[in-house]
Structures are given as structure tokens and as C-alpha cells.
């Protein structure tokens, strides 16, 4: 009976391993290839610079504390050139996302 326990314990280490080494794979290509999102990623020649695409956020998430793209098939796409590794649900997009909705509210109060 001891070595079938032990054989199991062995197993089951084996595969928790595989697991876990497997998921930090799957963390390490993401963060790689940038945030989820990204429709198209061109490396300019000769920099660490890319035009990417990818839609925008969601409005009526972009105010919370967890932003979500909206869905490709909605035509609201941006172009942007800038550090391949740019994250669509950065600070920096975020805030920029952020200034043009309430841009856009101001402009739409003024003229009524």
C-alpha cells in the first residue's frame, strides 16, 4: 500500500508542477506580445516602436475600477503609434480615454 500512496503523491506533484509551470508560460507570452485586446501589432523598422489597433474601452466601464474593451465587431478601433508593449487598459490609456469622453460631454453641454 506504500507505494501505491507514494506513487500517487508523486503524481499528483508531477502534475501541479506541470500546471503552474504552464500558467506562467501562458503569463509570460502575454505579457510578451502586450495586454489582451490588440488587434495588430507592426513593429516599426529599426525601434521598439508599433502601430497597433485596438478598440476602445467601454463606456460605461471606463469609470470603473475595471475597464473593459469593447467587443472588435463595434468598429470603434484606435490607432496608435507608440512602445510595442502598450496596454489598451493602461493608466495612461485609461486617463486618455477618460479626457476625451469628458471632452466630448463638455462640447456636447456647450452647444446645447
Do not use: H
Amino acid at each position: 500500500m506504500k507505494s501505491v500512496s507514494r506513487v500517487s503523491l508523486v503524481s499528483i506533484y508531477f502534475l501541479t508542477a506541470a500546471f503552474v509551470t504552464t500558467g506562467f508560460l501562458w503569463l509570460d507570452i502575454a505579457q510578451l506580445w502586450g495586454a489582451e485586446g490588440v488587434i495588430s501589432r507592426v513593429p516599426g523598422s529599426g525601434s521598439n516602436y508599433c502601430r497597433l489597433r485596438f478598440p476602445a474601452i467601454r463606456e460605461d466601464t471606463l469609470f470603473s475600477s475595471r475597464p473593459q474593451l469593447k467587443d472588435p465587431s463595434d468598429g470603434d478601433i484606435i490607432d496608435f503609434y507608440g512602445p510595442c508593449d502598450y496596454d489598451p487598459l493602461g493608466k495612461s490609456e485609461i486617463a486618455r480615454q477618460r479626457a476625451d469622453v469628458r471632452r466630448d460631454r463638455r462640447n456636447d453641454m456647450d452647444s446645447d
